[in-house]
């Protein structure tokens, strides 16, 4: 059965305009699903930025907060990938067997939905009851700074998932070949391995540069009453347009101008990226070995190690957790927890909120896969020529950079327009505009690493297409594909600001313990049997079982069974 399909497979992948027709299908998906209707939806819109523009106060703030968002996303961005390659070493050089267990807790921060995020955070470095209790007062205020740790929080994940995918799928005997010539593990690694997945370090720093532009919910909870950036601008017009102190006319015309100019400012940002990356070179001297020998055995090694454990549990782990906290106290009580296993009250609403986000999660990320994998190989292979794919691979980011609640709103007009369209229907194509380009980043860096002569002569020994890619590409991108539907999953998953936008009956996990955590916080109406314990309880459930799922497809494909 198996032999016979593989060989319907390779009979169809040698026709040439089924291969083409694959490709092109690829990009008529990608544009008429992802791309073109969050555009669409900002361009109806367009005409109402001559209101706005004739407040040059609000015009200046907008400026403002944009460049706030471009100082931050940039400097996160340096920030995760210097602090995240280190763990990214350690989960795939290391040699514990609970490597596997920490691979998977360095998901966590995705995982948790980003207004509970953002929640978690204030209260680990704000408030009374976090860390400031060893400080007496709080040690860190909402405004910048709080942003900037809440940005390198969730966005550290994406580092770390596209580079330990990079250092898995990448073959160490070059490298083993370079020290056995007597170089340095640094030196090697400098000169040999982060030249071959370069491409993946690109897309990483890529990534969490995108993701620190465009998330809003957590960013606006830390904030402050002074820090603005893009996404904060347009939560403030939001509220303005509740407030009635702004007319509909200047809030759509303020959320199409900054939303115009974060995807123009970062369009630009990602084409140099892609340029000056692949000319940077990793500096050379004479004394860089001497120096890198000393870095690289047991002592420094060991410390090295133990600052990228610190980061992440510190700095990362602990305070994306906190929200939970509650949850132990919820289970020592008893009752909260029997509650809530028996679905009596408002867990019963939370059970189905929890089998939606994880059912849509599946789905879009398999849709994901299906849709990525080919559009990756026109990027990576160039398919239809140089500047097509340069153009591809920069639209890819334009989902990733317009603010989650700009794409959830602006998805809103353009598909309003369909009569008949379910809602569910319409929460997996925001989910999937959302999630996309992550995977195709990380798959098309991953082919990018692939030595084409290899492909050329299998094909000139006769594989045919399909053989090819089973045998020689899928093997070696294998923990790439892995990474990617990860970030894809747990992506689903957290998104909140979106879901909101596009949805008026189904409720996801995210969006209802937003509801819940507003309740505790006195910002709307308290909800009967919530508090902090709930909220606590609630984050614990869904944090584990994004952990319990995660934990065993990378164990699965660790062991080769996937």
Known sequence: MLSKLQNTLNSLSSKKSLKYTLYISAIIIFFALILVPPIIGIVIKAPAMQSFLKQPVLVNSALGAISNSFIIALIVAALDLIAGVPLAWLITRGKSRWLSVLDTFADIPFVVPTAALGYSILLFWSSSGGISTLFGSSLISPGWLLVMLLHF??????VVRVVVGAMLDYKMEYERASRTLGAPPLTASRT?????????????????????LSETGATFIVAGLVFQNGPVFIQNLSNGLKAGTISQATYEGGTVFASLILIVVSLIIFGLIRVLGQKLTLPFGKGLPSFEKKLSYKKAAWSRNSIALFVFIVIVLIPSLF???????????GSTLAQALMGQGIWSSFWQSLFLSYSLAAIVTVLGILTG?????????KTFGKLPSTILDLLINVPLIVPSIALGVSL??????????????????????????????????AMERINVDMEEASRTLGARPFTVFKTIVLPITKYSILSGAIIVFTRSVSETGATLAVTSNLVTAPVLLVKWVNSVRGIVAPIAGVNALTVGLACGFLILFSFIILLVLRLLTRKGKI
């Open 153 to 158: 929080t969730f966005s550290f994940p994406v």
């Open 412 to 445: 809103k007009f353009f598909w309003q327009g369909i009569p008949g369209i379910p809602e569910f229907l319409l929460l997996v194509f925001a989910h999937l505009a959302i999630t996309y380009p992550y995977f195709v980043r990380s798959m098309s860096a």
């Open 192 to 212: 040999v391995t982060f030249p071959i997945i370069k491409p993946s370090l690109i897309a990483a720093f890529s990534l969490a540069f995108a993701r620190s």
């Open 373 to 381: 994998i080919p559009m990756a190989i026109l990027i990576s292979r």
């Open 323 to 333: 929200v939970a906290l509650p949850a132990f106290q919820a289970i020592a009580t």
